[in-house]
């Protein structure tokens, strides 16, 4: 990747596979944007996030209200690093608008950690009470239950975290 080259940084991972300690490397590169759902999220929606529903609703709000802005700040020229989930192909196909509308590149850094090492960590994230949300074994496995690696026939450019 040039370092001019105006780019659209995208994560898959499971809770706590490292995806918030990536975007924050990537989003420290100069002319970069970092934008964090889950702090959008606790600001916008306190005490709301209690369920996969919950979830759902909420971060589809923020996604249609956030669109257009990230598309803005892409074509403006700043290259964005989106520390939204991109777990599902229904996340990446909203994803895959926002780079194609913008007429930049793109990445998805596709984070491989097995379940044992994320629960591992999530235990020390909430053991920690830094992160805006907590989040039960139960609840991990909920969400885990509908992530879907990328597939190559989504045609991202995927680079391989493990």
């Not at 235990?123 to 805006?132: D, K, L, S």
């Amino acid at each position: 990747m040039c370092t001019n080259e105006v780019m659209l940084h995208l994560v898959c991972g499971k809770i706590a596979a490292g995806k918030s300690t990536l975007t924050a490397a990537l989003g420290a590169r100069p002319h970069t944007i970092l934008v964090r759902e889950d702090r959008w999220l606790a600001r916008l929606y306190p005490g709301e996030q209690n369920s996969l529903a919950d979830y759902v609703r909420n971060s589809t709000r923020l996604r249609g209200a956030m669109g257009p802005h990230l598309i803005a700040l892409l074509r403006a020229g700043l290259s964005v690093v989106l520390d939204f989930p991109a777990n599902t192909p229904a996340s990446r196909a909203w994803m895959r608008t926002l780079f194609q509308d913008a007429g930049v590149a793109h990445q998805l850094h596709y984070l491989d950690v097995p379940d044992e090492i994320c629960k591992a960590r999530l235990r020390q994230r909430n053991a920690a009470g830094e992160h805006e949300f907590t989040v039960s074994d139960e609840q991990f496995d909920l969400f885990t239950s509908y992530f879907v690696a990328p597939a190559p026939d989504e045609g991202f450019n995927v680079v391989l975290h493990r």
